[in-house]
Nanobody, 122 residues
Framework: QVQLVESGGGLVQAGGSLRLSCAAS????????MGWFREAPGQEREFVTV????????LYADSVKGRFTISRDNDENTVFLQMNSLKPEDTAVYSC???????????????WGQGTQVTVSS
């Protein structure tokens, strides 16, 4: 069973930065596209970004475009989310997920991490 473990969340002031990491328990990166999603209290899960298995393609939600950057290290089985210029509305639990499709549709993701809390204070 593949396990994904996120880290790097925390409390940051508006305008600050955080870098999230997602480590996989085994070498799935050669076959899976990796996405980040977030869920704020009382809101639906929201697509943030996805990166293709090779790292050659990325897709971002309009709300984070230009501020967030996704990357991956297939040798280390890890995907990263660099978040800059954070806003209070970015506050949410951020989860990474793995899919065989390059998509922002969370129903198409096979494996999920437990999530890490990101809180942005104003």
């Amino acid at each position: 069973q593949v396990q994904l473990v996120e880290s790097g969340g925390g409390l940051v002031q508006a305008g600050g930065s955080l870098r999230l990491s997602c480590a996989a328990s085994e070498r799935i990166f050669s076959n899976y596209h990796m996405g980040w999603f977030r869920e704020a209290p009382g809101q639906e899960r929201e697509f943030v970004t996805v990166i293709s298995w090779s790292g050659g393609r990325t897709l971002y939600a309009d709300s984070v475009k230009g501020r967030f950057t996704i990357s991956r290290d297939n040798d280390e089985n890890t995907v990263f989310l660099q978040m800059n210029s954070l806003k209070p509305e970015d506050t949410a639990v951020y989860s990474c997920a793995a899919s065989r499709e390059f998509t922002g549709n969370y129903f198409r993701y096979d494996y999920w991490g437990q999530g890490t809390q990101v809180t942005v204070s104003s």
